[in-house]
């Protein structure tokens, strides 16, 4: 089983739509984790966080489920320029030490249309 | 600053040669990690540095695979003998080591062995 699994899509809405992608992850230490946005032949940078309690910022929402070892990434009215991979990430960190291991979601592709 | 620092960004090379990939990270950032992209199978990490000691390299493919980090400020990837199946996107990453910080990548090295 790989350590984080997502769903690889393809996404294809239309503009104004909203869209979740969810992800789960095998490693119950795991401790923290994130979303990052791929576009074409460019490299990862991070979209956002997840925290605990659920967070958002303007049109995305992340949640974490512990418990069923599950994250989730709401993107509500899409745009045009949210086309991209939507990344699912997560830290483990090594026992009893601050730093930890970054291990990827192979990646949710989106497309949003006209 | 100015960033993660990968060289070259493009290689094309013949099967058999010696392939070297360098790095630089952010300064300051104590964890690196080289990843390798391919439609096929996603973002998969290679091995990952703590203050410049290899914590994990269990995601190195095979013995042709080798990475250092001499000092805070450099690491290699190097593949020797290279074969077609190697062919891909080569990401590098820092991170400041603690929960919730970012990693930053690299914009990579796209890797054509012919």
């Known amino acids: 089983r790989k350590e984080v699994e997502q769903d690889p899509g393809p996404f294809n809405v239309p503009e104004g739509a909203t869209v979740a992608f969810n992800c789960t992850y095998s490693?119950?230490?795991?401790?923290?984790f994130f979303w990052y946005r791929q576009d074409c032949r460019k490299e990862p940078k991070l979209l956002m966080s997840?925290?605990?309690s659920g967070n958002e910022d303007g049109r995305f929402t992340a949640q974490l489920n512990r418990a069923s070892q599950y994250i989730s990434l709401l993107i509500r009215d899409s745009k045009l320029s949210d086309s991209a991979t939507y990344l699912c990430?997560?830290?483990?960190?090594?026992?009893?030490?601050?730093?930890?291991?970054?291990?990827f979601g192979q990646g949710t592709i989106l497309t949003v249309h006209p | 600053d100015a960033g993660v620092i990968q060289s070259p960004r493009h290689e094309v090379t013949e099967m058999g040669q010696e392939v070297t990939l360098r790095c630089k990270p952010i300064?300051?950032?104590?964890?690196l990690f080289w990843y390798r992209q391919t439609m096929m199978r996603g973002l998969e990490l290679l091995i990952y540095?703590?203050?410049?000691?290899?914590?994990?390299d269990s995601g190195m493919p095979e013995d042709r695979f080798s990475a250092k980090m001499p000092n805070a400020s450099f690491s290699t990837l190097k593949i020797q003998p290279s074969e077609p199946r190697d062919s891909a996107v080569y990401f590098c990453?820092?991170?400041?080591?603690?929960?919730?910080?970012?990693?930053?990548f690299g914009q990579g090295t796209r890797l054509t062995v012919v």
């Open positions: 990430v997560v830290n483990t960190n090594a026992g009893g030490t601050s730093y930890g291991k970054l291990t």
């Open positions: 490693n119950s230490a795991s401790q923290s």
């Open positions: 997840v925290y605990s």
């Open positions: 300064s300051g950032h104590n964890s």
């Open positions: 540095f703590n203050n410049n000691v290899p914590i994990d």
């Open positions: 990453a820092s991170i400041r080591a603690g929960g919730y910080t970012e990693a930053f």
